[in-house]
């Protein structure tokens, strides 16, 4: 079975600070990983995706995602945040061969000007 | 750019009233999804379709049903509408040779 767990429901940074949101994931096959976003009232946007290619993956606006099979994480960054990126974040997981993704309960990043 | 649209983005029924939600795709995407999207649950898979006239429960199918007649539409009918089932619903689709998912802006359901 596959599992994603996000730590910490509410992420605050200050403006122009960096951003790390957190996400283990538990699987029983090499799995692929995925982050997407949600602005207030819209649907989900992927933002990145690791498919068993580069263990840094890049995503859109400025983001990026590192996976390390070691400690089963694969967490998200930005170097600067911006008060655009103020949005919900929910890290997933899935297998190819059954083609459902797991999400994680989400966490909702502010961003203090 | 793949585009999923949803019927309504706001809807408000009574408690025993049948419920409609559509979902159409213009990617020609085999595979669609239906989840329900809840504070701190994140999004909970409620049925998929891996292609027309098929589909299949995912984890949370209690008084739920599905209708895909074509490959470009999916219905989610909600037989008698109860509170418990205010919630955001969010539609997806994927090509079934690829991992991602793309949404549609989702349908945020009151039931009074």
């Known amino acids: 079975a596959q599992s994603v767990t996000q730590l910490g429901s509410h992420v605050s940074v200050s403006e122009g600070a960096l951003v790390l949101l957190r996400c283990n994931y538990s699987?029983?096959?090499?799995?692929?990983l995925f982050w997407y976003v949600q602005y207030p009232n819209q649907g989900l946007q992927l933002l990145l995706k690791?498919?068993?290619?580069?263990?840094l993956v890049k995503g859109i606006n400025g983001f990026e995602a590192e996976f390390k099979k070691s400690e089963t994480s694969f967490h998200l960054t930005k170097p600067s945040a911006h008060m655009s990126d103020a949005a919900e974040y929910f890290c997933a997981v899935s297998d190819i061969k059954r083609g459902k993704i797991i999400f994680g309960s989400g966490t909702r990043l502010s961003i203090r000007p | 750019d793949v585009k999923v649209t949803q019927s309504s983005r706001y809807l408000v029924k009574r408690t025993g009233e049948k419920v409609f939600l559509e979902c159409v795709q213009d990617?020609?995407?085999?595979?669609m999804f239906w989840y329900r999207q809840d504070p701190g649950l994140g999004l909970r898979l409620i049925y998929f379709s891996y292609d027309v006239k098929m589909k299949e429960k995912g984890d949370i199918p209690e008084g739920y049903s599905v209708s895909r007649e074509k490959k470009e539409r999916f219905s989610l009918i909600l037989e008698s509408a109860s509170t418990n089932q205010t919630s955001m619903y969010l539609c997806?689709?994927?090509?079934?040779?690829?991992?991602?998912?793309?949404f549609g802006p989702g349908t945020r359901l009151t039931v009074l």
């Open positions: 690791y498919t068993s290619a580069a263990t």
């Open positions: 699987s029983s096959v090499p799995p692929y």
């Open positions: 990617m020609d995407h085999e595979n």
């Open positions: 997806a689709s994927r090509i079934s040779d690829r991992v991602e998912q793309f």
